[in-house]
């Protein structure tokens, strides 16, 4: 159904840039590899990246007292990873327009191991923007383990066949 690569000319292949628009329906579900390990280090420079100074993100003693035992990653850490992992698949993206859910359903942790999937919910035309349409997605995340981790619904503005950037470029 979908490819990965186009033939171009005689000997010449192109790798694909992401699906059109026109290629997502309600109900699809994506799962998006590879998946990614968490490490502490990831972990520690989100913390200081977005200034969260919580102790629980980075001091191993302090955490041991909590109810988690060990340092927990950063939300917006986690939260990236079930967007972002998604790459291959929506690399067509011109925006996200919004999200309406976030869950973080469980704890992630540095050494964590995570995949993510992407249930397609609805397409529709952007009456604003002709060169694109609206996918509504709900991403997922999940551990290793196979515990979901993170739920995330939010529609993105996807380029139509032919249109945006990628036209310019032959693709």
């Not at 309600?26 to 200081?48: K, M, Y």
């Not at 919580?54 to 950063?74: C, I, K, M, N, S």
């Not at 196979?146 to 032959?170: E, H, M, N, S, W």
Request: charged residues 20%; proline residues 4%.
């Amino acid at each position: 159904m979908f490819a990965a690569f186009d033939p171009i000319a005689e000997g010449r292949i192109r790798e694909s840039v992401g699906l059109s628009f026109e290629d997502f329906a309600s109900g699809q579900l994506f799962h998006h590899r590879p998946g990614v390990t968490i490490t502490q280090q990831d972990n520690v420079n989100e913390a200081l990246a977005t200034l969260n100074q919580a102790a629980l993100h980075y001091d191993e003693h302090y955490a041991a007292a909590t109810e988690f035992g060990r340092p927990l990653v950063v939300s917006t850490l986690t939260l990236q990873r079930a967007v972002g992992l998604g790459w291959k698949t929506f690399g067509r993206r011109r925006r996200i327009e919004g999200f309406s859910s976030i869950r973080l359903t469980a704890p992630v942790y540095g050494g964590d191991t995570l995949y993510a999937q992407t249930l397609v919910l609805g397409t529709r035309a952007d009456a604003a923007d002709p060169d694109c349409g609206i996918v509504s997605c709900e991403a997922s995340l999940v551990r290793a383990d196979k515990t979901v981790v993170a739920i995330v619904t939010y529609d993105q503005q996807i380029y139509r066949r032919d249109r945006g950037p990628f036209a310019a470029l032959g693709y």
